[in-house]
């Protein structure tokens, strides 16, 4: 199998891109400003709910063939992560409304030239979530969808659940019919499952060293395996997922397998547009490491403190190996660095990054 080589010009950048940016972050801001007034405490733009905040470790196992040993993965070892398990909304609502679920992971003290000098630590971040593709894939649809969303975090969780009846009940109907659902309602149909039964991607591209990639998350010991699939209904308690995550890691530690889907062809697989998905018979999911994580207190009040805010997470903040890709990724870097200045300011909080494990609260 050819891997295609990872080079500048694979991105190519949209004429007035910049503008479109310059018009997400406006968006983003005008949004958490009315959240803020709503909590009096700001929150994320995205993932503003959290459900577990673990210590753990990625293991990069020895033997990886050359096109896989690449970047953090290139050197068998160990690394410290911090996992910050999340929905994906900006604000924060009842666990029985359905919605993408998030698992950030920051891998601390990685080598390599740093893609923003000022950052101030050693961290590479990955952020996933529960779908493979973006709906919105470019920065104008992203800034489109963004005007949605807006409007749709002023409406009440109790309409916001009779909505989403209505379109999971338009998408059973569509499947009896024989009728593909668009990407868009798959989104919002999404079941109510246990978090730690999913399977997280990267959605967008990144930089694999020599290469580019797409990456996923997935569990790996039997415990989280049989979760997959388990749902918590649409009537679960308002912290419903905070509360299953919480009371798996006081008993018991879980494996997640870290993958890879390397990109073979960039006409069927794009970097631009990331609503585009990248054929498995292309290129195969292939594992390169595993992330183990100890029984342990998942949301203590410090360690909630802490994960939401006093810690960053960023597609930026990590090394040029691994570089976000595509406009998506384009536009997170100004908008992370905005939503990020405006929280900690918001709640005084300081804006560090950890270099070491045990910074992070038990």
Not at 19 to 38: H, P, W
Request: hydrophobic residues 40%; contains cysteine.
């Amino acid at each position: 199998m050819t891997y295609v080589l990872y080079d500048d010009s694979i991105e190519q950048p949209f004429p007035d891109e910049a503008a479109l940016i310059d018009d997400i972050v406006g968006s983003m801001d005008k949004l958490n400003r009315t959240i803020f007034e709503k909590h009096r405490h700001a929150v994320r733009d995205a993932h503003a709910k959290s459900h577990g905040i673990l210590r753990g470790e990625l293991v990069v196992d020895p033997g990886l063939p050359p096109h896989l040993a690449q970047g953090l993965f290139a050197t068998p070892g160990r690394h410290d992560v911090i996992i910050r398990l999340s929905s994906a909304p900006g604000d924060i609502h009842s666990d029985k409304l359905p919605s993408l679920r998030g698992m950030a992971i920051k891998v601390l003290n990685v080598e390599g030239l740093r893609l923003l000098p000022g950052d101030g630590g050693r961290n590479q971040d990955f952020l996933l979530v529960t779908a493979p593709t973006i709906p919105f894939g470019t920065v104008k649809a992203y800034l489109d969808a963004q005007k949605t969303i807006e409007l749709l975090e002023t409406v009440p969780d109790a309409v916001q659940e009779a909505g989403l009846a209505l379109v999971r009940g338009a998408k059973g109907f569509l499947g009896a019919v024989g009728v593909e659902t668009p990407a868009a309602v798959d989104a919002l149909a999404t079941p109510n499952d246990h978090i730690l039964g999913l399977t997280f991607h990267s959605m967008a591209a990144i930089r694999y060293g020599e290469h580019v990639a797409k990456v996923s998350v997935g569990p790996r010991s039997p415990e989280v395996q049989a979760l997959t699939g388990k749902s918590l209904g649409y009537d679960a308690a308002f912290s419903a997922q905070r509360d299953v995550v919480v009371a798996f890691f006081a008993r018991q530690g879980a494996e997640y397998q870290v993958y890879v889907q390397l990109c073979t062809d960039l006409a069927k697989m794009p970097v631009e547009d990331a609503s585009v998905l990248w054929p498995e018979s292309l290129s195969p999911h292939q594992p390169v490491a595993r992330i183990v994580i100890p029984p342990q207190d998942a949301y203590s009040p410090a360690r909630r403190v802490y994960g939401d805010d006093v810690l960053s997470f960023n597609p930026w903040q990590g090394v040029e190996a691994h570089r976000p890709l595509g406009s998506i990724m384009r536009s997170r870097r100004a908008a992370y660095e905005a939503s990020s200045a405006r929280r900690h300011a918001l709640n005084v909080q300081p804006r560090t990054e950890p270099s070491s494990i045990s910074e992070l609260p038990n």
